[in-house]
């Protein structure tokens, strides 16, 4: 069966990156001019999925604002003669059939997901948390639809992580059966690094088979005491198997400082209209960095200049 929905959960309330999402949504961050949620619904339509369903929570109104028409704001880029402009800001609002609607506690990634049961109804859907883009020819997510296609289970996306970085990611045991595949054996959400079955984690996109619903539905609180979508997923496994594929590309985790920093530092060396000044701008900076010698011999740290 094609996949033809995406759910997007962008209900977090984004501790990780406080200060600057005490008041806007995480997802709204932008790469250079982009916030990420657009990024990971152009991923979606990239694929091929044009039904949209997002997944928010108090505080995300800026989110249902940005992927509106903004009547006001297109009269005056009319007005102004700055046609570029225009097609930019109505581009955003024909993206996709996006839909929403509020989690109305924020119970964990499982809790949320149970949410969209309605919408999704009796079929194959995608899944893509929406602090999270991928850097890849074929999108993340269009990867995961074709695996789907050959084996008709629920499919995760996986990538190798440091062991010490296990207890931040849901962790797969399983064995291998191609070049990238895996078949899963059993999951677990955040383990410490010394009772992680693997280094193999869950990245943040998933292609789900529809009895997920069932197994979400009669789940109770897991690790830190959220409905964990990984429990569930554990369970499905047990009962119809499932497998992971090891992704190609580069995923950005914009949830957290250093991969917002990377990210964004990433994309402006690909932008055609920054890629020559800012990769000059970078070496003059290196340049210095190196001239000055290792940060522990330089005086300050933290936010302060020293
Ligand atoms: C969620 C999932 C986790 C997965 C991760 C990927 O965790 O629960 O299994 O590895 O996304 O980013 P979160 O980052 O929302 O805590």
Known sequence: MPIRKAVIPVAGLGTRFLPATKAQPKEMLPIIDVPVVQLVI???????????????????????????????????????????????VRHVSELADLHFIRQKEPRGLGHALLSARQHVGDEPFAVLLGDEFYDARQPCIGQLVDCHAQTGTSVLAAMRVERREVSRYGIIQGSREGERLHRVEDLVEKPAPEEAPSNLAIAGRYVLTPDIFGYLENLGPGRGGEIQLTDALALQNQ??????????GLRHDVGDRLGYLKATVL???????????????????????AAEGAPSRRSGTGRGRG
Request: glycine share 6%.
């Open 42 to 88: 152009e991923e979606a339509v990239q694929a091929g999925i044009e039904d949209i369903l997002l997944i928010t929570g108090r505080g995300k109104r800026a989110i249902e604002d940005h992927f509106d028409r903004s009547v006001e704001l297109e009269l005056f880029l009319e007005r102004a003669g700055k046609p570029e402009l225009l097609r930019e």
């Open 267 to 289: 994309a402006a060396l690909e932008r055609p209209d920054l890629h020559r000044e800012f990769r000059r701008f970078l070496l003059e900076v290196t340049e210095r960095l």
């Open 239 to 248: 009962a119809t198997g499932m497998y992971a594929y090891e992704f190609h």
